[in-house]
């Protein structure tokens, strides 16, 4: 906080010029292309959002060609007809109990997903969010017939082969994840997680994380290394066991994930991380939950996604990541920082408004399309413009 005014004075001289100087390049050597593959929750757990037109808007204007909703919204399924957009749409919580029953499971299908398609481009289906960590027994005992349940619906319509069927877990399904050759499932969930591994093995499907390296240092800021939580170089750790190097907590995490799965017997089995990001806000007990982080945190994500990355116990498969989220959402309950993990304001102007000019960082949502590569511009330009904020103190 202390270092705030004269961080603003600095980002005013120098960032314009690296935005234009990047808007160049990047069309030149093909970077916004290469976003594509990276996908963006879009949450809706306000009610001050765009209209999901609006928002595919947004989206196409950041090249972006994947995202993820929370529900099977009707308006956002039609709106997204004929675009380029791929959607992963979840069964909420509430919902995933009933689907235990094939017959409901089929009519699930029939009244959310059939409708929509072949123009809505729909290519997953997460049951339920969190299911192993939401201490709901119901809920966990029947989230895996609700997956069998849903993916017979789709190979009775043709459609197992487009939609696939999973589930997002909270990385406190692990008992342990460091060093990550060390990885396993909590023991008290291994009834549950086995028959979820068969499932996703038999369907060829992924299991999916949700991994917040910002929690691990929200917790324990004393010991973990900020630069290590943030993507930034020269930091890392070396796993004893696999000799492997680790120069980022996020990679580390997926791979204890895919050893805690390789523990069930499991090798061949996709880790996809299904959220991360940074909250740019909280309160004052959540460290770390600034602006300066969320920008570091995103960016240099990013620009690992561009490089095709795997993790490095599996270099050769890039990573998929599904960045969260895409809006501050300001009717989300808990702390200050879960109303702000948003690359957006509801307006469509950046969350991260840091040292942009004030044209853009007001611009309204009907303007975003104007713009060659939004994402790409904030994340690479305040990048920038972090980089040598660090030099010069
Ligand atoms: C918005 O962007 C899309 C592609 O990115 C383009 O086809 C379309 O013409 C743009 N619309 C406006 C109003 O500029
Ligand atoms: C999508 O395209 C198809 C075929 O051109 C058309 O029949 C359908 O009405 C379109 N849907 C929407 C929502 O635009």
Redesign the pocket.
């Known amino acids: 906080m202390k270092a705030k005014a004269p961080l603003f004075v600095f980002f005013k001289q120098i960032t314009v010029p690296f935005i234009i100087v990047f808007i160049l390049f990047s069309s030149e050597f093909g970077i916004v292309k290469q976003v594509s593959a990276l996908g963006i929750n879009y949450g809706q757990v306000a009610n001050n959002l765009p209209s999901p037109e609006h928002v595919l808007r947004l989206l196409s204007s950041l090249h972006v060609s994947k995202t993820r909703i929370y529900d099977t919204n009707p308006k956002v399924l039609?709106?997204f007809?004929?675009s380029s957009i791929e959607l992963i749409v979840t069964v909420p919580n509430e919902a995933v109990a009933g689907l235990a029953d094939p017959a409901q499971a089929a009519d699930w299908i029939t009244t959310n997903i059939s409708p929509f398609l072949p123009?809505?481009k729909i290519t997953g289906i997460a049951v339920g969010n969190e299911v192993f960590t939401c201490q709901d027994s119901v809920l966990m005992d029947n989230v895996v017939d609700a997956m069998m349940g849903l993916h017979q619906g789709l190979v009775g319509l043709g459609l197992d082969s487009v939609i696939h069927v999973s589930t997002a877990s909270s990385l406190a399904v692990l008992a342990n994840s460091y060093p990550p050759s060390l990885g396993s499932f909590r023991p008290e969930l291994a009834e549950l997680i086995g028959p979820l591994l068969r499932f996703l093995s038999v369907t060829g499907s992924p299991f999916w994380i949700n991994a917040y390296p910002y929690f691990a240092y929200k917790d324990d800021p004393e010991r973990v290394p900020l630069d290590y939580v943030l993507f930034n170089s020269g930091a890392g750790m070396v796993d004893p066991n696999t000799g492997l190097k680790y120069d980022n907590m996020l990679y580390a995490q997926v791979d204890a994930v895919i050893f805690a799965i390789a523990r069930f017997g499991y090798g061949g089995i996709e880790v996809r991380v299904s959220e991360t990001g940074w909250p740019s806000k909280g309160d004052d007990d959540e460290m770390g939950a600034t602006v300066e982080n969320a920008m570091i945190y995103n960016r240099n994500l990013v620009a690992r996604q561009l490089e095709n990355e795997g993790t490095p116990l599996r270099p050769k498969a890039r990573l998929e990541v599904y960045l969260f989220a895409l809006f501050n959402e300001n009717l989300k309950p808990g702390p200050t920082s879960e109303r702000n993990y948003g690359l957006y304001q509801p307006d469509g102007s950046m969350a991260y408004n840091v040292g942009l000019s004030s044209a853009t960082s007001t611009a309204s949502v009907s303007d975003i399309n104007s713009s060659a590569s939004w994402i790409c511009y904030v994340i690479v330009s305040i990048g920038l413009t972090m980089g040598f904020h660090g030099k010069t103190v």
């Open positions: 039609s709106a007809a004929n123009y809505t």
